[in-house]
């Protein structure tokens, strides 16, 4: 569970703050999708839920923890990450790649195969691609792999920045179809950031809707849609359904 407590930030010369007193908490399970317009704060969001950013106030509590005392390094090895320009190592083979954690986490060498072989079948991708390096691999494969990188070593939580947002409308749909069933069998909280509002829609189970740092918005899709809680929501949702 994640409990996101009047949560505040503002970057130097900024002229508002990217994080301005946000409250949301997120349940076991859940697969929630954030939602705005460039700029009011999504990645910062998930950014300071791993701790590669700080916050000003507030508080930011994972499983009755508050992240403040949990240092950042091994935090980030608890919790997934995945992000639009996919950042696979160029230089290590798919196996390499998605092995990263576990090797970090010392598993032992055939604890680490089992969950290799294991991942590339979760994504379709045969054993045979494991000695290949990322640049012998499409956009969308290699976006596959950057997902069950991030899920390797079975991390409770998973934070997922944009990662379809480079990839043509296809193969999106497809890893859209692949990232829900990945997530149903898992009792796991993915957070997905997109600027899509039909992309948010379908996957979340809850939508965060930001602009300029505040959540306007926090609820489920057809709870959206019915009873759009302000003039910034009414116009999202204008845009796309009207
Ligand atoms: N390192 C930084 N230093 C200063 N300002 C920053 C920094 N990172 C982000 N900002 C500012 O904070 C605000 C929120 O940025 P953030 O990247 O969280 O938005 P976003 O919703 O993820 O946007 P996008 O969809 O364009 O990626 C923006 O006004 C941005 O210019």
């Given at each position: 569970m994640i409990e996101i407590k009047d949560v505040y930030k503002k970057y130097e010369n900024?002229?508002?703050?990217?994080?301005?007193?946000i409250n949301l908490t997120i349940n076991d399970g859940e697969l929630i999708t954030v939602l705005g317009t460039s700029g009011c704060g999504k990645t910062t969001l998930i950014k300071a839920i791993n701790k590669l950013h700080d916050i000003d106030s507030g508080e930011i509590i994972i499983d009755h923890k508050n992240?403040?005392?949990?240092d950042g390094v091994a935090l980030r090895r608890t919790i997934g990450y995945v992000i639009?320009?996919?950042?696979?190592?160029?230089?290590?083979?798919i196996a390499e790649n998605i092995a990263t954690i576990p090797e970090l986490l010392k598993w032992e060498k055939d604890r680490i195969n089992k969950r290799v072989d294991e991942l590339l079948e979760m994504i379709d991708l045969p054993k045979e691609y494991k000695n290949r390096y990322p640049r012998e691999l499409s956009g969308g494969q290699q976006q596959r792999v950057g997902l069950v990188r991030a899920l390797a070593a079975d991390p409770h939580i998973v934070l997922l920045d944009e990662?379809?947002?480079?990839?043509?409308a296809i193969t999106r749909e497809h890893l859209q179809d692949e990232l829900i069933r990945i997530h149903k069998n898992g009792n796991k909280i993915f957070i997905f950031v997109t600027h899509d509002l039909n992309e948010a829609f379908k996957l979340g189970d809850k939508v965060i809707i930001m602009d300029k740092g505040r959540v306007e918005q926090f609820d489920t899709p057809d709870h959206i849609k019915a009873h759009p809680a302000t003039p910034f929501v009414k116009k999202l949702l204008g845009v796309a359904y009207d």
């Amino acid at each position: 569970m994640i409990e996101i407590k009047d949560v505040y930030k503002k970057y130097e010369n900024s002229s508002y703050p990217a994080l301005d007193h946000i409250n949301l908490t997120i349940n076991d399970g859940e697969l929630i999708t954030v939602l705005g317009t460039s700029g009011c704060g999504k990645t910062t969001l998930i950014k300071a839920i791993n701790k590669l950013h700080d916050i000003d106030s507030g508080e930011i509590i994972i499983d009755h923890k508050n992240i403040n005392d949990v240092d950042g390094v091994a935090l980030r090895r608890t919790i997934g990450y995945v992000i639009q320009q996919v950042g696979l190592f160029p230089h290590m083979t798919i196996a390499e790649n998605i092995a990263t954690i576990p090797e970090l986490l010392k598993w032992e060498k055939d604890r680490i195969n089992k969950r290799v072989d294991e991942l590339l079948e979760m994504i379709d991708l045969p054993k045979e691609y494991k000695n290949r390096y990322p640049r012998e691999l499409s956009g969308g494969q290699q976006q596959r792999v950057g997902l069950v990188r991030a899920l390797a070593a079975d991390p409770h939580i998973v934070l997922l920045d944009e990662p379809f947002g480079a990839i043509d409308a296809i193969t999106r749909e497809h890893l859209q179809d692949e990232l829900i069933r990945i997530h149903k069998n898992g009792n796991k909280i993915f957070i997905f950031v997109t600027h899509d509002l039909n992309e948010a829609f379908k996957l979340g189970d809850k939508v965060i809707i930001m602009d300029k740092g505040r959540v306007e918005q926090f609820d489920t899709p057809d709870h959206i849609k019915a009873h759009p809680a302000t003039p910034f929501v009414k116009k999202l949702l204008g845009v796309a359904y009207d």
